[in-house]
């Protein structure tokens, strides 16, 4: 069985779904693509081979000329919840890009209407499909570290460049907290299990940014157990450059857990996973422990082999590397693949838009201490 979908908002990202994203995951079918300019529907219309009546100005029109079982959205955030309603007014499921809404209140108006008609509403948290946070979460649910001490959060990269006229994501609302860290909020609920109850966020970029909003910021976060995280990102950067879904360094009452994501090639999307648990060694157990010279045991590929997502007996130096198991599809594409099996098994996805709000709210509680300067409570609808 196939699920047909309208794909609509093909302007960058949303192109890179056309030809990436969406064509690798079986039982998807295109029914029609729309977007309101013609240059960018005509050029993704020849991409993928699709006839005059399958290309469309608006949603609107899309909706009344093709049969389909529901809308992917990938236009720009504003849009993303007046689109997903009026998807779900036709009786169509609904997939849709990060972030949801750019407020919770917004996000939930969708939710409930979905619920009310019992359709499906996904959105696209594409990083948590990666193999490391997921070894990340299941370790952490299993006691690995014992009683989490604090959790500490970098992203780094250089993106001002471009001439202020040619690079769109200069304009971007909150470039920072609503684009890029809305995906390390969302991990952090994945692998603590836990909403954030409280956010503090100091932003501060230099002169010689290029954005209208800020392209850099500092956060603290407090979980609702007490747990305090700390956030650091930049677009401004000069350092070495962290893999998308940042460093992760997770320290606890039994050890330090490490891993980073989202940073491989289209051979292999997942290169750049890794995950490793770092314990406690007492000295008189180096000594004795067999071959135990420096830089030996828990070197990558050191050792036995490794049982996929546990940790083995911790070797002299206390480091662990986790093997990751490979999958078939990663990021939007896995995405998609669990929007469809949602759709024909009735299944509940990961990223159901209920489900979603916790990291919306800690968006914009965020954006909100960044422009009060004062700690703001995470409310969650």
């Given at each position: 069985?196939?699920?047909?979908i309208?794909?609509?908002?093909?302007?960058?990202?949303?192109?890179?779904?056309?030809?990436?994203a969406?064509?690798p995951?079986?039982?998807?079918?295109v029914?029609a693509?729309?977007?309101p300019?013609?240059?960018?529907l005509?050029?993704v219309?020849?991409?993928?081979?699709l006839e005059?009546?399958?290309?469309?100005?608006?949603?609107?029109?899309?909706?009344?000329?093709?049969?389909a079982?529901?809308v992917v959205?990938?236009?720009p955030?504003?849009?993303?919840?007046?689109?997903?309603?009026?998807?779900?007014?036709a009786?169509?499921?609904?997939?849709?890009?990060k972030?949801?809404?750019?407020?919770?209140?917004e996000?939930?108006t969708?939710v409930?209407?979905a619920?009310e008609l019992?359709?499906?509403i996904?959105?696209?948290?594409n990083?948590?499909?990666?193999?490391a946070?997921?070894?990340?979460q299941?370790?952490l649910?299993?006691?690995?570290?014992?009683?989490?001490?604090a959790?500490s959060?970098?992203?780094?990269?250089?993106?001002?460049?471009l001439?202020?006229?040619?690079?769109?994501h200069?304009?971007f609302p909150?470039?920072l907290?609503n684009d890029?860290?809305?995906?390390?909020?969302?991990l952090?609920?994945?692998?603590?299990?836990q909403?954030?109850a409280?956010v503090?966020?100091?932003?501060?970029?230099?002169?010689?940014?290029?954005y209208?909003?800020?392209?850099?910021?500092?956060?603290t976060?407090?979980?609702?157990?007490?747990?305090?995280?700390?956030y650091?990102?930049s677009?401004?950067s000069r350092?070495?450059p962290?893999?998308?879904a940042?460093?992760?360094?997770i320290?606890g009452?039994?050890?330090?857990l490490?891993?980073?994501?989202?940073?491989?090639t289209?051979?292999?999307p997942?290169a750049a996973?890794i995950?490793?648990?770092?314990?406690?060694?007492?000295?008189d157990?180096?000594?004795?422990a067999?071959?135990a010279?420096?830089?030996?045991?828990?070197?990558?590929g050191?050792g036995?082999?490794?049982?996929?997502?546990t940790?083995?007996?911790?070797?002299?130096?206390?480091?662990?590397v986790?093997?990751?198991p490979?999958?078939e599809l990663y990021?939007?594409?896995?995405?998609?693949?669990?929007f469809?099996?949602?759709?024909?098994n009735g299944?509940?996805?990961e990223?159901?838009?209920a489900a979603?709000?916790?990291?919306i709210a800690?968006?914009e509680?965020?954006?909100?201490?960044?422009a009060?300067?004062?700690?703001?409570?995470?409310?969650?609808?």
């Open positions: 069985m196939s699920i047909r309208i794909h609509v908002g093909l302007g960058g990202w949303g192109g890179d779904w056309a030809r990436n969406i064509p995951v079986p039982g998807v079918e029914a693509i729309a977007d300019s013609e240059s960018t005509r050029r219309q020849e991409e993928l081979g005059d009546g399958q290309a469309f100005a608006s949603l609107t029109e899309a909706l009344a000329a093709v049969e079982d529901a959205i990938t236009a955030a504003v849009t993303h919840v007046p689109l997903a309603l009026e998807a779900l007014e009786g169509k499921h609904v997939l849709v890009e972030p949801f809404a750019n407020t919770a209140a996000a939930v969708a409930r209407r619920e019992g359709l499906v996904q959105v696209s948290q990083y948590r499909t990666y193999p946070p997921r070894a990340a299941r370790l649910a299993e006691g690995v570290l014992g009683e989490l001490a959790i959060i970098d992203f780094r990269r250089w993106d001002n460049d001439p202020f006229e040619d690079h769109p200069y304009r909150h470039p907290i890029m860290a809305i995906h390390h909020f969302d952090l609920r994945k692998v603590t299990g909403e954030a409280r503090y966020a100091k932003v501060k970029d230099p002169s010689f940014s290029k209208l909003e800020e392209a850099s910021a500092v956060i976060i407090e979980m609702a157990d007490g747990l305090v995280v700390s650091r990102g677009w401004l350092g070495e962290t893999p998308w940042g460093e992760w360094h320290a009452e039994k050890g330090e490490y891993f980073t994501s989202r940073e491989g289209a051979e292999d997942a996973d995950v490793t648990v770092r314990r406690p060694v007492l000295e157990s180096r000594a004795q067999p071959g010279g420096a830089g030996d045991a828990g070197a990558p050191a036995g082999p490794a049982r996929t997502g940790v083995q007996e911790a070797p002299a130096d206390g480091l662990e986790i093997e990751l490979r999958q990021d939007r594409s896995e995405n998609l693949a669990i469809r099996d949602a759709i024909e299944t509940v996805p990223t159901a838009g979603n709000l916790g990291s800690l968006m509680a965020a954006a909100r201490s960044a009060s300067g004062q700690v703001e409570d995470v409310i969650i609808p």
